[in-house]
């Protein structure tokens, strides 16, 4: 009994693992997708082990006909003149009346959690998260951006909640 009661434990505790009940995770209440597609510059991101030591990120959205959306993710190795890494994928909005929670795949029929947690009117910024606390990234739509802009993005990740200390800066083309 003791046994399984260990087991079931850890398994709450796995479960809850990268899950901060304290982060707003909440989403933009709408997202025209057509203004959305596009490419995208990674200006900040938490650090994760699949863009570990990649620079000048982007990420081009494609609306396929069929609704769904290609993804191209593209990054250089530890430099702008490093290795070229790219990764092909696909999105897909599971709910209709929820279209800033998207589903990623860059595998098979797995899937990850998108959600556009802040979004720019104009669609030239926008603020990504998950349903784990692990995943954030502030996208452009230029390589750079002001200090300004910055800095109003870095006080509304703070206000949700999140570590602004774990955001890495991408180094970017000018």
């Known amino acids: 009994m003791k046994t399984i009661f260990a087991v079931l434990i850890f398994c709450v505790f796995i479960s809850c693992k990268g899950q901060n009940s304290m982060i707003d995770k909440s989403v933009v209440k709408t997202v025209d997708i057509e203004k959305y597609v596009g490419t995208w510059y990674e200006i900040a991101r938490y650090d994760h ?29 530890d430099s702008l003149t490093g290795k070229e890494s790219i990764a092909i994928g696909k999105a897909k909005i599971p709910n209709s009346e929820i279209p800033a929670k998207l589903k990623v795949s860059f595998f098979w029929i797995f899937y990850a959690d998108y959600y556009i947690l802040e979004l720019d009117n104009n669609y030239e910024w926008a603020i990504i998260g998950s349903k784990s606390d692990d995943y954030l990234w502030i996208l452009h739509r230029k390589p750079q951006i002001e200090s300004e802009l910055h800095q109003k993005l870095i006080s ?4 949700r909640g999140y570590d602004t200390s774990k955001l890495i800066t991408v180094q970017q083309t000018r």
Do not use: M, P, S
């Open 156 to 159: 509304l990740i703070k206000a």
């Open 49 to 77: 082990k699949f863009e570990r030591g990649l620079v000048g990120v982007t990420a081009t959205y494609t609306l396929n006909t069929d609704g769904t959306i290609q993804v191209v993710n593209k990054g250089y190795k």
